[in-house]
């Protein structure tokens, strides 16, 4: 028996998810999704990894295209998706425990293989399908990659992994354990987060009134975590989180791929990683208001 997810991903309401049949919301999603992809340059293809928003995509679709965009799905054959859990407790990595996962354009494929070589390390819990299907962090990239793979929609498969709150040291050893797969250049890397939660709502009221209005501290804030990421330095970013404990949901899916990173360049490899965009859901100016940030960008390898 095939065990499937569905993914409701439905982006003409504002909220993240609706439970209105797929099928009927399929020529419009394919149209947002390619309305972005129209408007954005491929300047960093192939990526071998990509960073994107996992927001309802009213607020992040047009951002996420810029890292979707860096694609090349002539050479890419299996996508690891690294998301946050955001619902359970969770100290380690979880693998789905479905076969395929159901987007309104089609349905991707899970590599069973690969699966069976992450479980057999040890390292890995089973996420319940009650948590897989109440996670959007993975959810939210499903249509993307549906699309961007469009062409090559027979050939590739899909590595979801939940990443749970993990240690410095257990994001090392996660970053180990992946740097083998990042190195393969048929596999795409993409970690899945949001930046800067601020408001009342989402307890993080950081503020340096030297920047301007609220909203230009929060861009300023979010830049210097994307500068210390495009430095490709865990550290540095492990640093970073514990001075000013920015509100970044992927911060441990991004602290793995930058561990992975840093395990290539110990054997020689030569990578760029290059934000392409930033985008804020709302301009912040009193301490009323809230918002989330997102940003794009892309890992290339020289």
């Not at 797929?22 to 390619?34: I, M, S």
Request: glycine share 4%; hydrophobic share 35%; charged share 20%.
């Amino acid at each position: 028996m095939v065990k499937s997810h569905i993914c409701n991903v439905c982006n003409i309401m504002i909220a993240q998810f609706c439970t209105l049949p797929t099928d009927h919301h399929r020529p419009q999603l394919n149209a947002q999704l390619e309305g972005w992809l129209s408007q954005v340059q491929s300047t960093k293809r192939p990526a071998r990894a990509i960073i994107a928003p996992h927001a309802g995509y009213t607020y992040c679709g047009s951002c996420a295209a810029h890292a979707y965009k860096q694609v090349d799905p002539s050479i890419t054959r299996r996508i690891f998706i690294l998301g946050p859990s955001h619902h359970v407790p969770l100290s380690r990595c979880a693998l789905s425990s479905v076969d395929i996962y159901r987007t309104p354009l089609y349905d991707l494929r899970i590599d069973q293989k690969i699966y069976g070589e992450l479980w057999k390390t040890g390292m890995f819990e089973r996420m319940s399908l009650q948590t897989d299907e109440d996670e959007h962090s993975i959810e939210m990239h499903l249509p993307y990659t549906a699309k961007a793979m469009e062409s090559h929609k027979d050939e590739f498969t899909i590595i979801p992994v939940l990443v749970g709150a993990l240690s410095e040291s257990k994001e090392q050893e996660f970053g180990k354990l992946f740097s083998k797969y990042l190195a393969d250049p048929s596999n795409l890397f993409v970690v899945s987060s949001d930046f800067c939660h601020w408001g009342q709502r989402f307890r993080y009221s950081y503020y340096d009134e030297s920047q301007g209005e609220i909203y230009r501290s929060i861009e300023h804030l979010d830049k210097m975590g994307m500068s210390i990421i495009e430095q490709l330095d865990p550290v540095s970013f492990s640093n970073y989180l514990k001075k000013y404990h920015n509100t970044i949901c992927g911060r441990h899916p991004i602290g793995v791929l930058l561990n992975a990173i840093t395990e290539l360049q110990k054997n020689g490899m030569n990578m760029s990683f290059s934000f392409l965009n930033y985008a804020q859901s709302s301009q912040c100016r009193n301490w009323q208001d809230s918002s989330v940030s997102y940003a794009a960008g892309a890992l290339t390898v020289h």
